[in-house]
């Protein structure tokens, strides 16, 4: 159950893009298609913003967009604005009804 | 329209318990499998449990195995976490969210759970 790898952060000027890496193994990221990434801004809920490697949920705007080779996923984030300075974090299924997080990465917008 | 409502948390002394509860509602709540998400001080998420929608089916992460307990009674919408032997290091935001196995859709906004003497 190792958590996943994230860079702890990254950083981009509005309207520019960024990608988020999330690194596991063959038991997770690899092994299901079924890698998630949500925002978290501190003291609120975090939000589902990717789900199934690459799906968004209604409502989250199409500058995030998920991908995924072998056992590293992706989180793109174009056209930076200013509120979407915050943490990301991904997540994958394990297996029998147990998920593991990434460590968390820091969007800084400059 | 789905709402999700921890409750439970509060103060406990090192080696006490403590029970946290998870109403759902806006969804078929037995139709879906749900989980703990935890937040500690400084920290990033951490994963701590999760039960199928039947209930038959639970699993731990490795930090709370054999301490934590989860339940859920599907005729009151309502999941349960026991937790037994409670350390320092369980000093968390605990989250109830609705699982899907790509993603979890739905949270509640949290109880915080502090562990101290």
């Known amino acids: 159950q190792s958590a996943l790898t994230q860079p702890r952060s990254v950083s981009g000027s509005p309207g520019q893009s960024v990608t988020i890496s999330c690194t596991g193994t063959?038991?997770?990221?690899?092994?299901?298609?079924?890698v998630s990434w949500y925002q978290h801004h501190p003291g609120k809920a975090p939000k589902l913003m990717i789900y199934d490697d690459i799906r968004r949920p209604s409502g989250v705007p199409d500058r995030f967009s998920g991908s995924k080779s072998g056992n590293t996923a992706s989180l793109t984030i174009s056209g930076l604005q200013a509120e979407d300075e915050t943490d990301y974090y991904c997540?994958?299924?394990?297996?029998?009804?147990?998920?593991?997080f990434g460590g968390g990465t820091k969007l800084t917008v400059l | 329209e789905v709402q999700i409502l921890e409750s439970g948390g509060g103060l406990v002394q090192p080696g006490g318990s403590l029970r946290l509860s998870c109403v759902a509602s806006g969804f078929s709540f037995s139709g879906f499998a749900m989980c703990w998400v935890r937040q500690a001080p400084g920290k990033g998420l951490e994963w701590v449990s999760g039960?199928?929608?039947?209930?038959?089916?639970?699993n731990y992460a490795e930090s709370v195995k054999g301490r934590f307990t989860i339940s859920r009674d599907n005729s009151k919408n309502t999941m349960n976490l026991q937790m037994n032997s409670l350390r320092a290091e369980d000093t968390a935001i605990y989250y109830c969210?609705?699982?899907?196995?790509?993603?979890?859709?739905?949270w509640g906004q949290g109880t915080l759970i502090t562990v101290s003497s």
């Open positions: 063959s038991s997770d990221v690899g092994g299901y298609n079924y």
């Open positions: 969210a609705k699982a899907l196995y790509g993603g979890l859709e739905y």
């Open positions: 997540c994958s299924y394990a297996g029998s009804y147990s998920w593991v």
């Open positions: 039960i199928s929608g039947s209930g038959d089916n639970t």
